[in-house]
């Protein structure tokens, strides 16, 4: 029997055919499982896979055998899996990983989860368990060896081969006493495992959320286990063994405490309230700004404490024990933020209460920074307020970057967050790229990620999309989070309904920014702002000139460059088509020369016959807006308005649910022209409906701002070519 067999093997379980389920490959014996949570199994896809089309159906199809007896279980989560339950794939990409649920297995004993991958700067002593015939008969077989490296994401063992069946059991860290991933299978000279941290990925599917609830239980499971009067094996005493005497940091007894009642509380609304605070927290801490390399997104409270426990930097001397310091501030700063959100409870109290004791040996600075916190937070209570437009309260913006096209009609891509207007951290990218109908879906679930981890609480991160000015035209205010499919929701809704979404100048950010550049964002910024063409001939068309259509002069590039660089202070170019090209492309080129940060054009279709009536519109939008940042809010409720009002048009009838959604949506503005009048243009096809007393078709004022596109291109914005300077590296697994 191994160190750790006593507490490993009450969680393991022998996953097989259901006891009266039918195995098409006669053994009912699939592979091995371990409990992560009370009635909640981690094991391999490709483990249940084995009961066929029942267990990607969702039901109770996979047979779940423990020391309590046996049972069955349906798979909740899994990655890979099939596109239609009838379907056999012949190969099992990472992950590779299925959660259980087990309603029967409330009183299963779990192991401990590691939070943080190990840094693998030397060889990890580890333990593989699970069921095996390797003998030929079937029972638990445990080996030793050591994860040496990495295979993209996969760890590879050598010193010993998991055996047969023993895919999906748990892999367990010998010096740390913690289960850092689970088996998956061998190769000719090492084996595979699954970073236990990758369960993160599961979160992407449907129902995904579940996962948060799954580890409240475990730690929950865990505290109790350690408070436990019953003699038997437990985890946290175990790592409390095992833990180097002169290792700082939070140890494990405080920190399954802090855990134990992180749980109790209402979860964050998403990585970025975490984010958020642990930025907070290292800056309080360590006495400026630092950035980890690499950004990572927690959905938890318990995995703003993984980000922080072994903070360091180089220069401090070991002794100031930043990481338990840093620990003890974030912690305090959750009671603050949920006290806010959610008002006192029990929970709260009882966190805070455990808080201060806990810190009492921490420097005084940090003392008085955690009680000056939990009394703000006493004080505060719970507040609610509207969102402004251009929200300094989001954790970060996104930042979408698309080259020129390269490899044929390939457009590479980027997507960053953007901190203080400042600060790049990157998330995602291809260099090789993608055609430019599939930059949409390809980007939905980047954008998704970077937004989740931008948002805080109500306010939202905006997106600043860098653009070629071929791309200029590209809709992206109506992209969406989720497929047009989905069922109606935030993530359903275009995004430029719900945020900031502008376009930038990928051109000009290549090289320093010009005088003019400066000068004419600083006045857009301090106002007023008035609308000026941004093609000279727009405003003329249609026009007569005694008796007789006038005729337009078309404005050469260079006579655009100059009429827009002798443009008042506060000047916008405007123009009623899309600018991606032709016209359009020229005069924008023209506008961005003489230093212009703010533009509005419509990018659908050309040969528009209301440019009058656009001009004049944005001219009263810009006034109404008064500045730069003013811009935003009338935008974005004009782009829900527009939105409404096309469902409207397209049932023909005005349905008062409409009317409902976009007054509160946007509220009703007249001098934007946020009005319904009737449609008069012969073009647009009836339906027959007059005929019925309804009345004609209709039309509102407001559709001028059809396909309204922004630029809003500051000139200190980054990109910078300085290259990035990263801060100290977070230590390694958690203690």
């Given at each position: 029997?191994?160190?750790?067999?006593?507490?490993?093997?009450?969680?393991?379980?022998?996953?097989?055919?259901?006891?009266?389920?039918?195995?098409?490959?006669?053994?009912?014996?699939?592979?091995?499982?371990?409990?992560?949570?009370?009635?909640?199994?981690?094991?391999?896809?490709?483990?249940?896979?084995?009961?066929?089309?029942?267990?990607?159906?969702?039901?109770?199809?996979?047979?779940?055998?423990?020391?309590?007896?046996?049972?069955?279980?349906?798979?909740?989560?899994?990655?890979?899996?099939?596109?239609?339950?009838?379907?056999?794939?012949?190969?099992?990409?990472?992950?590779?990983?299925?959660?259980?649920?087990?309603?029967?297995?409330?009183?299963?004993?779990?192991?401990?989860?590691?939070?943080?991958?190990?840094?693998?700067?030397?060889?990890?002593?580890?333990?593989?368990?699970?069921?095996?015939?390797?003998?030929?008969?079937?029972?638990?077989?445990?080996?030793?060896?050591?994860?040496?490296?990495?295979?993209?994401?996969?760890?590879?063992?050598?010193?010993?081969?998991?055996?047969?069946?023993?895919?999906?059991?748990?892999?367990?860290?010998?010096?740390?006493?913690?289960?850092?991933?689970?088996?998956?299978?061998?190769?000719?000279?090492?084996?595979?495992?699954?970073?236990?941290?990758?369960?993160?990925?599961?979160?992407?599917?449907?129902?995904?959320?579940?996962?948060?609830?799954?580890?409240?239980?475990?730690?929950?499971?865990?505290?109790?286990?350690?408070?436990?009067?019953?003699?038997?094996?437990?985890?946290?005493?175990?790592?409390?063994?095992?833990?180097?005497?002169?290792?700082?940091?939070?140890?494990?007894?405080?920190?399954?405490?802090?855990?134990?009642?992180?749980?109790?509380?209402?979860?964050?609304?998403?990585?970025?309230?975490?984010?958020?605070?642990?930025?907070?927290?290292?800056?309080?801490?360590?006495?400026?700004?630092?950035?980890?390399?690499?950004?990572?997104?927690?959905?938890?409270?318990?995995?703003?404490?993984?980000?922080?426990?072994?903070?360091?930097?180089?220069?401090?001397?070991?002794?100031?024990?930043?990481?338990?310091?840093?620990?003890?501030?974030?912690?305090?700063?959750?009671?603050?933020?949920?006290?806010?959100?959610?008002?006192?409870?029990?929970?709260?109290?009882?966190?805070?209460a455990w808080l201060t004791d806990a810190a009492a040996e921490t420097p005084l600075a940090v003392r008085q920074a955690i009680a000056a916190t939990l009394a703000a937070g006493r004080s505060t209570g719970r507040t609610t307020g509207a969102r402004s437009a251009r929200d300094p309260g989001s954790r970060a913006d996104v930042l979408v970057e698309i080259d020129t096209p390269r490899y044929g009609r390939r457009f590479p891509w980027r997507v960053k967050l953007l901190f203080d207007g400042r600060t790049i951290t990157p998330l995602h990218g291809d260099d090789e790229g993608v055609e430019r109908e599939r930059l949409r879906d390809t980007l939905r679930e980047p954008l998704a990620d970077a937004l989740a981890r931008g948002d805080r609480g109500e306010h939202l991160a905006a997106v600043e999309a860098l653009l070629p000015r071929e791309l200029f035209d590209e809709p992206l205010d109506t992209w969406r989070l989720s497929p047009d499919d989905e069922l109606f929701d935030e993530r359903s809704l275009p995004l430029g309904h719900r945020r900031i979404v502008v376009i930038r100048d990928a051109g000009r950010h290549a090289r320093p920014p010009a005088p003019e550049w400066y000068q004419r964002w600083r006045t857009a910024g301090l106002g007023p702002l008035r609308a000026v063409p941004l093609r000279a001939e727009a405003l003329g068309a249609g026009r007569e000139a005694h008796g007789h259509a006038a005729r337009i002069r078309r404005e050469s590039p260079r006579q655009a460059w100059v009429r827009l660089s002798e443009a008042e202070d506060g000047s916008v170019p405007v123009y009623c088509g899309p600018v991606g090209s032709g016209d359009g492309l020229k005069a924008m080129a023209a506008a961005l020369a003489a230093g212009h940060p703010i533009a509005l054009w419509r990018s659908g279709a050309q040969d528009h016959t209301d440019c009058a009536e656009f001009h004049d519109r944005a001219d009263r939008l810009l006034i109404k807006a008064g500045t730069a940042e003013g811009l935003h809010g009338p935008v974005i409720s004009l782009r829900r308005r527009v939105a409404a009002d096309a469902d409207a048009e397209a049932d023909t009838y005005l349905d008062a649910g409409v009317d409902a959604y976009t007054d509160l949506a946007a509220g009703s503005d007249p001098d934007l022209g946020l009005t319904l009048t009737p449609y008069t243009d012969d073009a647009t096809p009836h339906t027959g409906a007059e005929s019925e007393g309804v009345g004609p078709p209709v039309r509102s004022e407001h559709a001028w701002a059809a396909h309204l596109a922004v630029l809003f291109d500051p000139p200190d914005r980054p990109p910078h070519e300085d290259p990035l300077q990263g801060p100290p590296m977070l230590g390694e697994e958690d203690w």
């Open positions: 029997m191994s160190a750790f067999e006593s507490l490993v093997r009450p969680a393991l379980v022998r996953i097989a055919a259901p006891g009266d389920g039918y195995d098409p490959h006669g053994d009912r014996y699939w592979g091995t499982g371990f409990f992560i949570a009370p009635g909640w199994v981690l094991t391999c896809a490709h483990v249940v896979a084995k009961g066929g089309s029942a267990v990607w159906k969702g039901e109770r199809a996979v047979g779940i055998v423990r020391d309590g007896g046996v049972t069955t279980g349906e798979v909740v989560l899994a990655s890979p899996r099939p596109a239609v339950p009838e379907q056999r794939l012949t190969r099992w990409d990472f992950p590779d990983l299925a959660l259980v649920r087990v309603p029967d297995a409330l009183d299963a004993s779990c192991v401990r989860l590691s939070e943080r991958r190990p840094v693998i700067a030397e060889p990890v002593p580890v333990a593989l368990y699970g069921w095996s015939r390797q003998t030929g008969r079937l029972g638990i077989r445990d080996a030793v060896g050591e994860i040496h490296g990495v295979d993209g994401e996969a760890f590879l063992m050598r010193g010993t081969q998991p055996v047969e069946g023993l895919s999906g059991g748990p892999v367990v860290d010998l010096d740390r006493a913690v289960v850092i991933g689970l088996n998956k299978g061998r190769g000719a000279d090492e084996g595979a495992a699954v970073p236990i941290t990758s369960l993160h990925l599961l979160r992407q599917a449907r129902g995904g959320d579940v996962l948060t609830e799954v580890m409240r239980d475990h730690d929950r499971h865990h505290l109790a286990r350690y408070r436990s009067l019953s003699g038997e094996p437990d985890w946290t005493r175990a790592q409390l063994r095992h833990r180097p005497p002169t290792l700082l940091g939070l140890d494990p007894g405080r920190r399954i405490h802090l855990y134990g009642r992180l749980a109790e509380l209402p979860p964050p609304t998403g990585p970025g309230d975490v984010l958020h605070l642990v930025d907070e927290a290292r800056r309080l801490t360590v006495g400026h700004d630092i950035r980890p390399v690499l950004e990572v997104a927690p959905h938890t409270w318990r995995e703003g404490v993984g980000l922080l426990h072994e903070l360091h930097e180089p220069n401090r001397e070991a002794a100031s024990d930043l990481g338990l310091n840093a620990v003890y501030v974030y912690a305090a700063k959750v009671v603050r933020h949920v006290r806010e959100r959610h008002g006192d409870s029990t929970a709260v109290r009882a966190l805070s």
